[in-house]
């Protein structure tokens, strides 16, 4: 069953912590994607890669970090330099950059 | 830069009626045009597209898009709304250049009354 899977569903961070978010595709996409999703604000790109060993950051990439080692995998790191990092996020791959993007079911991100 | 904007937050429209959900759109040179729906905690699902070509998109569960290249347009319509198409819908662009990612608008809020 061919998609993408992003885990964990729910996270939590604690002031000065790193967390990193999951996301796995098996659609043999080039092209991966973060976006942060916070009501009223729509959707905004973090990062996204076209390639392996190669990533670009986006219009919000302060205070999250990306890696692409692999095809597949497009993990995100929050770091404690986001200051604010409750919200949605969205993991997505496409064949190229900016052809049909296919999404993940997304990770809530909160703060405890 | 490009950018794409959705004038309306909230479109209320009554079962069986037309709807329609706005959205503007800048971008340099021909744009590439995209309609996204979201259904609640899950990730957004693709309606459809505009590249090239007439400027009526047809696309899933019966949505159309109208791109008006005077007007840097690209409404998403639907004949007959139903109380399942409730949901946040969203516009995204990219310009024709290659390697450009997606901006998505700031989504609108459908809500269909039976």
């Known amino acids: 069953d061919g998609g993408i899977t992003q885990s964990p569903k729910y996270l939590f961070r604690k002031e000065g912590q790193n967390v990193t978010l999951s996301c796995e595709q098996n659609?043999?996409?080039?092209?991966m994607y973060w976006y942060r999703q916070d009501p009223g604000q729509g959707l905004r790109l973090i990062y996204y890669?076209?390639?392996?060993?190669?990533?670009q950051k986006g219009d919000i990439a302060e205070g999250y970090s990306v890696s692409r080692e692999k095809k597949e995998s497009f993990p995100l790191t929050v770091t404690s330099a986001q200051k604010n990092p409750t919200a949605f996020y969205l993991c997505?791959?496409?064949?190229?950059?900016?052809?049909?993007?296919?999404f993940g079911s997304g990770t809530q991100l909160s703060v405890l | 830069a490009q950018s794409v904007a959705q004038p309306e937050d909230q479109v209320n429209v009554a079962e069986g009626n037309p709807l329609t959900v706005k959205c503007t759109y800048s971008?340099?040179?021909?744009?590439?045009l995209f309609w996204y729906v979201q259904y609640p905690n899950r990730g957004l699902q693709f309606l459809l597209k505009?590249?090239?070509?007439?400027?009526l998109v047809k696309g899933s569960y019966g949505f159309e898009a109208e791109f008006n290249k005077s007007q840097t347009s690209f409404h998403l319509k639907k004949p007959s709304a139903l109380v399942s198409d409730s949901a946040l819908y969203f516009c995204a662009v990219r310009a024709y250049r290659a390697g450009t990612a997606l901006i998505f608008g700031k989504g609108t809020t459908l809500s269909v009354s039976s």
């Open positions: 505009y590249i090239t070509g007439d400027n």
């Open positions: 659609l043999n996409h080039d092209a």
């Open positions: 890669s076209q390639i392996v060993n190669d990533f």
């Open positions: 971008v340099s040179g021909n744009p590439y």
């Open positions: 997505a791959s496409s064949a190229e950059v900016g052809e049909k993007l296919f």
